[in-house]
């Protein structure tokens, strides 16, 4: 009886971990640390830059790309993903796993919105 609940309660905790750890898809903005959500108080020459410009500059500066989705920022786990550079600024719809904190994002693709691209 004992081996039979120790085995079930294992199935189950297995099962909520891979749950867990399951990709997700999320729609949002590629954007970075220092700005975040709000890329309005960046201007160069006194003029606004759009949020792409801003995004690449900061990196730049050694801030950190993040994903802005339904006003939460996560923070990105595998920074070297070439399709950060190249959606800095865009809205995206982005494949992952969410981390057990629920704060960061391991990204496995990165799409336009309406891009059937695999």
Request: with cysteine; net charge positive; glycine share 12%.
């Amino acid at each position: 009886m004992k081996r039979t609940l120790f085995i079930g309660s294992l199935g189950i905790m297995l099962g909520v971990g891979a749950a867990l750890a399951a990709e997700q898809t999320w729609t949002g903005q590629i954007s970075d640390s220092m700005c975040g959500k709000d890329h309005s108080m960046m201007k160069h020459d006194g003029k606004k830059v759009t949020a792409r410009d801003c995004t690449m500059e900061c990196v730049k500066a050694g801030a950190k790309y993040v994903f802005v989705s339904k006003g939460t920022v996560y923070a990105l786990e595998n920074q070297n993903l070439k399709d950060l550079q190249t959606h800095a600024g865009h809205t995206v719809r982005l494949t992952g796993e969410l981390a057990s904190d629920g704060k960061s994002i391991r990204v496995s693709k990165i799409a336009m919105p309406g891009s059937k691209k695999k």
